[in-house]
């Protein structure tokens, strides 16, 4: 049977937290997706724009996201155990972090947002993420 990965029905605060943080990997993911179709040659203008600690709406996105996460344990995102929101963020900082997207630094999350970095190394080390990921992404 699969584990449930979201807060229990009654559990009202928990879902909403969870549902925050997966709405917070959204706005992260449509600011950066905000620079795609921008000139070639603005692009790099803009993401360094996007993540300057002053004034970057992607670093204060990222900001915002890092200081929900990890208040009820120091590795899972919301609540006490893995939920939908841990691997939104898995997958969210994987993507920042691969080296994929020019002009955003691949130590952008591990080097200024630490419950970010927690909650994605957590799960990357989960035996049963370790076990999916080589199973369905050969």
């Known amino acids: 049977s699969y584990p449930r990965l979201y807060p229990a029905d009654d559990d009202y605060l928990g879902q909403a937290r969870c549902d925050e943080i997966i709405n917070g990997c959204t706005d992260v993911t449509t600011t950066v997706a905000s620079t795609f179709r921008t000139p070639k040659e603005e692009v790099?203008?803009?993401?360094?724009?996007?993540?300057d600690p002053e004034s970057g709406r992607l670093y204060m996105h990222l900001n915002g996201l890092n200081s929900l996460l990890c208040k009820d344990d120091e590795n899972v995102a919301c609540g006490c155990s893995m939920t939908v929101a841990d691997i939104c963020v898995w997958r969210l900082v994987g993507w920042l972090s691969a080296g994929v997207l020019d002009y955003i630094p691949a130590d952008l999350i591990s080097s200024h947002f630490p419950n970010l970095h927690k909650v994605h190394t957590n799960v990357q080390e989960n035996d049963k993420m370790i076990q999916y990921m080589k199973e369905y992404h050969k």
Request: charged fraction near 50%.
């Open 44 to 51: 790099e203008a803009r993401r360094t724009e996007l993540i």
